[in-house]
């Protein structure tokens, strides 16, 4: 049930600490905002609180991966080879079990929403599911764990440039750019009347696995108010593939294609020449750094400060969720701007709530979060704990973790309560590590 009214210690928002704040929730939406006021009667009453976080970027399913990965070292493609294993695996039941584990999981640490980059569309050998079964899986897993879902259904045409699909991805490809807009918008209807809150967005996967000419297709046929997200220059050799094929950077090839404005969301960003950087803050895109795994895979560190000043807007998401704490990715974000300049302090404590919260959620084609006619998405944080003792409230996000998360609000309802919700996070840790541990396990998973 939604709360009307929600009375709150201490929120923390706009480079602002307010005290004593009512917000009243209609539905989903902050309505009405009263200052230095009393709690009433029937209010919920928190202490200290942020926005909601954005999680701008997700591959779900990577999360079984989360543990089972180091021993052998290697890079991002001798990883991608454990990722397209796993993929393979993958069954509609199965698929809902592990998205409803890991969006619990992410509401527990503070997500409000989650752009889920999706592209395991069909059947191993690539025919199609019978009505968009693995979609409708992870719409249902957004609804059990609470959180606000925009799909990315992502467009996935080419194993490489000017090559097909390789076996192992043959289950994320439509043949064509005109097949998936036509399924694009298939899912749309499909979604409308069951689903009214989840937000149908776009993705390319990258210029790897798109060809030009489909960018631009696609590009043309989207709605307009469509969020798009594309992988974009994570690695060096995606650079250096496009390069080879059309003389150009990944940016100056979704230039030409019509693809940069402000509805794009370019996830990693990490290897940019300069004429990349203002190409992409003259569009103002979305540039949406996963620090967490951008670490974990030995990306390297983007020009995170550099697009924020060449107009971008930077978000941050969790992307293959070996970490799940918008705290984390926040301060990842921060410490490698320090680590790269040498110098402290690169994006101030109001700046990089904004990137977690306004912006993450801007991203996803969603509404600012706890603002007056924004949405009613909340996250109580211990003020308290061991980790944040004596912190100043606007610098908790600096201090505090996902374990200091108390409740998470998503449209005024409470979706995760720490004092509750012990046997729900316990559920999704047996779920998701016998997954893990047999991935074989999903093949006999029923509905």
Same mark, same amino acid.
């Given at each position: 049930?939604? *709360?009307?009214?929600?009375?709150?210690?201490?929120?923390?928002?706009?480079?602002?600490?307010?005290?004593?704040?009512?917000?009243?929730?209609?539905?989903?939406?902050?309505?009405?905002?009263? &200052?230095?006021?009393?709690?009433?009667?029937?209010?919920?009453?928190?202490?200290?609180?942020?926005?909601?976080?954005?999680?701008?970027?997700?591959?779900?399913?990577?999360?079984?991966?989360? !543990?089972?990965?180091? =021993?052998?070292?290697?890079?991002?493609?001798?990883?991608?080879?454990?990722?397209?294993?796993?993929?393979?695996?993958?069954?509609?039941?199965?698929?809902?079990?592990?998205?409803?584990?890991?969006?619990?999981?992410?509401?527990?640490?503070?997500?409000?929403?989650?752009?889920?980059?999706?592209?395991?569309?069909?059947?191993?050998?690539?025919?199609?599911?019978?009505?968009? #079964?693995?979609?409708?899986?992870?719409?249902?897993?957004?609804?059990?764990? !609470?959180?606000? @879902?925009?799909?990315?259904?992502?467009?996935?045409?080419?194993?490489?440039?000017?090559?097909?699909?390789?076996?192992?991805?043959?289950?994320?490809?439509?043949?064509? *750019? =005109?097949?998936?807009?036509?399924?694009?918008?298939?899912?749309?209807?499909?979604?409308?009347?069951?689903?009214?809150?989840?937000? @149908?967005?776009?993705?390319?996967?990258?210029?790897?696995?798109?060809? *030009?000419?489909?960018?631009?297709?696609?590009?043309? =046929?989207?709605?307009?108010?469509?969020?798009?997200?594309?992988?974009?220059?994570?690695?060096?050799?995606?650079?250096?593939?496009?390069?080879?094929?059309?003389?150009?950077?990944?940016?100056?090839?979704?230039?030409?294609?019509?693809?940069?404005?402000?509805?794009?969301?370019?996830?990693? =960003?990490?290897?940019?020449?300069?004429?990349?950087?203002?190409?992409?803050?003259?569009?103002?895109?979305?540039?949406?750094?996963?620090?967490?795994?951008?670490?974990? @895979?030995?990306?390297? &560190? !983007?020009?995170?400060?550099?697009?924020?000043?060449?107009?971008?807007?930077?978000?941050?998401?969790?992307?293959?969720?070996?970490?799940?704490?918008?705290?984390?990715?926040?301060?990842? @974000?921060?410490?490698?701007?320090?680590?790269?300049?040498?110098?402290?302090?690169?994006?101030?404590?109001?700046?990089?709530? #904004?990137?977690?919260?306004?912006?993450?959620?801007?991203?996803?084609?969603?509404?600012?979060?706890?603002?007056?006619?924004?949405?009613? #998405?909340?996250?109580?944080?211990?003020?308290?704990?061991?980790?944040?003792?004596?912190?100043?409230?606007?610098?908790?996000?600096?201090?505090?973790?996902?374990?200091?998360?108390?409740?998470?609000?998503?449209?005024?309802?409470?979706?995760?309560?720490?004092?509750?919700?012990?046997?729900?996070?316990?559920?999704?840790?047996?779920?998701?590590?016998?997954?893990?541990? #047999?991935?074989?396990?999903?093949?006999?998973?029923?509905?």
């Amino acid at each position: 049930m939604s *709360a009307e009214w929600i009375w709150i210690d201490t929120l923390v928002r706009g480079g602002h600490t307010l005290r004593s704040v009512r917000l009243r929730n209609e539905t989903g939406m902050v309505a009405e905002e009263q &200052l230095g006021v009393p709690a009433c009667e029937g209010d919920l009453v928190l202490g200290t609180v942020f926005p909601a976080f954005g999680n701008a970027h997700s591959h779900v399913f990577h999360r079984l991966l989360r !543990g089972r990965t180091h =021993a052998d070292g290697g890079t991002f493609w001798s990883w991608r080879e454990k990722m397209y294993a796993l993929a393979g695996s993958l069954t509609p039941p199965a698929f809902e079990s592990i998205a409803a584990a890991s969006f619990t999981e992410m509401v527990a640490s503070g997500w409000g929403a989650v752009g889920e980059f999706h592209y395991v569309h069909h059947r191993v050998d690539g025919a199609p599911y019978p009505d968009h #079964d693995m979609e409708l899986a992870l719409a249902r897993a957004a609804a059990t764990a !609470g959180i606000r @879902l925009t799909l990315l259904d992502t467009c996935y045409l080419t194993g490489s440039i000017g090559k097909g699909l390789a076996p192992e991805q043959l289950r994320f490809g439509d043949g064509g *750019a =005109a097949r998936w807009l036509e399924r694009w918008f298939r899912l749309r209807e499909r979604f409308a009347d069951e689903y009214p809150e989840l937000v @149908l967005g776009a993705a390319i996967h990258s210029v790897r696995a798109v060809p *030009a000419t489909a960018i631009a297709e696609i590009a043309r =046929a989207l709605p307009a108010e469509v969020p798009l997200h594309i992988h974009l220059s994570e690695q060096v050799a995606e650079n250096e593939q496009s390069l080879a094929a059309y003389g150009r950077t990944p940016t100056a090839v979704l230039a030409e294609a019509g693809a940069l404005s402000g509805r794009l969301s370019v996830v990693h =960003a990490t290897h940019l020449s300069d004429g990349d950087i203002v190409l992409l803050g003259e569009a103002g895109v979305h540039a949406v750094f996963c620090p967490t795994t951008e670490a974990d @895979l030995g990306d390297g &560190l !983007g020009p995170a400060s550099e697009l924020f000043a060449a107009g971008a807007r930077l978000a941050v998401g969790s992307d293959q969720n070996a970490v799940l704490d918008p705290l984390l990715e926040l301060r990842g @974000l921060e410490a490698g701007e320090r680590l790269r300049s040498q110098t402290r302090g690169r994006f101030s404590p109001e700046q990089l709530l #904004d990137i977690g919260t306004r912006v993450g959620y801007s991203s996803l084609g969603l509404q600012a979060p706890g603002l007056i006619g924004g949405l009613c #998405d909340l996250v109580e944080v211990d003020a308290a704990s061991v980790r944040t003792a004596g912190s100043l409230p606007e610098q908790l996000l600096l201090t505090g973790t996902a374990s200091d998360v108390i409740r998470t609000i998503v449209a005024g309802r409470v979706v995760y309560e720490r004092s509750r919700d012990s046997a729900r996070l316990s559920k999704a840790a047996v779920d998701l590590a016998r997954f893990a541990a #047999d991935p074989a396990a999903m093949a006999e998973e029923n509905s």
